[in-house]
C-alpha cells in the first residue's frame, strides 16, 4: 500500500505494532480457554485459528468487521454475552489507546532522528 508521508506514523502504529496486540489477544483467549476447561494446546490452536479466520473473512468478504460480529451475535447468545463482556472491560477503548501510544511513540522517534 502506498500512503503519503504524513501517515506514516499512524499506519506504523496500526500496521507494524499490531502484531504484537494481536500475538496477545491470541495467548489471552487462549489462556482464557485454559482457564475453562480446555488443553492449552487446543485452546492455542482454537484461538489462532479464530483470528486467522476472522481477518481472512474481513478481507475476502468486503464487510464490515461490524457486521461480520452481528452476523455471529445470536440474540441473548452466548456470542453476545461474551461481546458485552469485552465492551464493558473497555476493549475499544485500551486498543484505541495502544494505537495512540505506538503512534505518539512514533513522532518522537521521528523528532530525534
Known amino acids: 500500500m502506498w500512503l ?5 506514523d499512524p499506519a506504523t502504529a496500526l500496521s507494524g505494532s499490531s502484531p504484537a496486540y494481536m500475538y496477545m489477544f ?3 483467549l487462549a489462556n482464557a480457554g485454559t482457564e475453562v476447561g480446555l ?4 485452546a492455542l490452536t482454537l484461538a ?9 473473512m474481513v478481507l475476502e468478504t468486503g464487510e464490515s468487521p461490524e457486521a461480520l460480529k452481528n452476523a455471529v451475535c445470536s440474540p441473548g447468545g452466548s456470542t ?8 464493558k472491560g473497555g476493549f475499544r ?5 495502544a494505537i495512540e501510544a ?5 513522532k518522537e522517534l521521528g523528532e530525534i532522528r
Not at 39 to 42: E, T
Request: aromatic fraction near 8%.
Open 39 to 42: 488443553p492449552r494446546s487446543d
Open 102 to 106: 505506538a503512534c505518539a511513540r512514533n
Open 4 to 8: 503519503p508521508e504524513r501517515f506514516f
Open 80 to 87: 453476545l454475552a461474551g461481546v458485552d463482556a469485552l465492551e
Open 26 to 28: 491470541i495467548d489471552a
Open 93 to 97: 477503548d485500551t486498543v484505541k489507546a
Open 48 to 56: 489462532a485459528h479464530a483470528a486467522y479466520g476472522a481477518a481472512a
